[in-house]
């Protein structure tokens, strides 16, 4: 994909004209390859994959952003616990730790009874 990429810009560079062949070549530069790493940085970071991101943004340009979408989370599991604690929907069991929905009278993961708030 890189090579390919540096090719093609490269034959558009040349056949531009001096100063614009150059703007030309920094520009498709950093519309295929810069943003697109950048771009999939950013949503690999906010579950855990910000180096995966980068390296899919850089190596597959724009179908590594596509990538970086579908894959599973890195730490999914937390992101979706600590919103569901800061929401109060649920609360932690004091004898296993697992989330229970606020309210619950007996913990679905230990079966053991929890205290009534
Ligand atoms: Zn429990």
């Known amino acids: 994909m890189i090579p390919l990429l540096f090719l093609f810009v490269a034959r558009l560079g040349q056949g531009g004209r001096g100063i614009e062949g150059m703007l030309l070549v920094l520009f498709l ?6 943003a697109p790493a950048a771009v999939a940085y950013h949503l690999g970071e906010r579950r855990g994959l910000g180096l995966v991101g980068l390296l899919l943004g850089v190596f597959l340009s ?5 990538v970086v979408l579908v894959l599973p989370g890195g730490t ?15 609360a932690v069991c004091p004898w296993c730790r ?10 679905p993961h ?8």
């Open 110 to 117: 230990c079966r053991r009874d929890l205290p009534v708030a």
């Open 29 to 34: 530069f950093a519309v295929l390859w810069v």
């Open 62 to 66: 724009w179908l590594g952003v596509a």
């Open 76 to 90: 999914d599991e937390d992101q979706v616990r600590a919103e569901r604690l800061a929401a109060g929907t649920h």
């Open 98 to 107: 697992e989330l229970v929905r606020t309210g619950a009278v007996v913990c």
